[in-house]
């Protein structure tokens, strides 16, 4: 759980390196002391730029020992799990592709696509960990989780999943395309009384209009798919507490996006719209998981005994 909250940190810093243009507050180019050092040194100057930056890169390499550290006691503990196992490993491997991808974004001087790509890793870095921690937190309980015949609920469950991430993608290529300022008005674009009213046919305009759409459509699906997932796990708590942070996510990720645009785009709330998309994708993750959670209860009927064949016998007996 440490990792799954240390990673998740990664991306939230990493969200204020981009949205307070510190990405290249270490400097730039590999090779040239900007990475993996800062300014060529172990602790760099304190600048607020490159204060932003480096916290970035020591979350990340906290993250990195983490993931490691997990693979590990998975090798040692749970060896005999296989998907425990595979999912550390997968988990490994997107912290090593976060690095390499981060090495790019430095050297080619934060090339948008890049950036794009790198949030995307970290988000199934996220991911992944959580489904880590959700599976060895119910190894050896009567919750099992299922994978081989994972029903209409965890297929629903894996939908959900998709579209948040598909959600959290769209949101960050808004920022990278530079069309953040496109559409001054909410929740449509332009301006009439106050409230955005009218559509975008092209450009920065339609791209964050798009988005806004995106958004529209995943919030209904995900909302009505965690409704009925929640519904068929009445007894499990987990499970209620999961859809309600779900929703309350969802409801603060909305007043975000209203005040990045009512706003002007300050960048504090363009650092919290992205907190919140990450916290939802990650919610929406643990109740995919969760969806496939099966309970392994004592049958009644076998622990009961058998009434009628015991009465017969002491009659025998007698």
């Not at 950036?115 to 959580?130: D, Q």
């Not at 609920?153 to 959600?167: P, S």
């Not at 995106?214 to 699906?221: D, N, Q």
């Not at 009445?234 to 975000?256: C, D, K, N």
Request: hydrophobic fraction near 55%.
């Amino acid at each position: 759980m440490t990792t799954v909250v240390v990673t998740y940190l990664v991306i939230v810093v990493g969200g204020i390196v981009r949205v307070s243009g510190s990405g290249e507050g270490c400097g730039s180019g590999v090779g040239t002391g900007s990475w993996p050092l800062c300014h060529g040194a172990l602790v760099p100057p304190a600048d607020l730029q490159t204060v932003i930056e480096f916290s970035h890169r020591i979350f990340a390499t906290l993250s990195g020992i983490g993931v490691s550290t997990v693979m590990i006691w998975a090798l040692l503990r749970y060896r005999s799990i296989g998907r425990v196992v595979a999912w550390t490993v997968v988990a490994q491997v997107l912290w090593i592709m976060q690095i390499v991808l981060g090495a790019v974004v430095v050297q080619f001087h934060l090339p948008a696509n890049a950036i794009l790509i790198h949030l995307a890793n970290a988000e199934l870095l996220l991911g992944a960990t959580a489904v880590v921690a959700l599976l060895a937190a119910t190894a050896g309980t009567d919750r099992r989780i299922s994978w081989s015949t994972p029903g209409a609920r965890a297929r629903l469950g894996a939908g959900i999943a998709v579209a948040a991430f598909v959600l959290v993608v769209s949101g960050a290529y808004v920022v990278d395309s530079g069309a953040s300022a496109g559409c001054n008005g909410w929740p449509l674009c332009g301006t009439g009384a106050g409230v955005g009213l009218s559509l975008a046919s092209k450009g920065p305009d339609f791209i964050n209009l798009l988005h806004r759409f995106v958004a529209g459509f995943v919030v209904l699906f995900i909302g009505a798919a965690v409704l009925q997932i929640a519904r068929a796990h009445r007894g499990e708590p987990w499970v209620r507490l999961t859809m309600m942070a779900v929703y309350v996510l969802i409801v603060l990720q909305i007043i975000a996006g209203a005040l990045v645009v009512e706003l002007g785009l300050p960048a504090w709330t363009t650092g919290l719209h992205l907190a919140l998309a990450s916290a939802v994708w990650l919610s929406v993750v643990v109740m995919a998981v969760l969806s496939r959670v099966r309970v392994d209860r004592p049958d009644p009927a076998r622990s009961t005994p058998d009434v009628g064949a015991v009465g017969p016998a002491k009659m025998v007996a007698s």
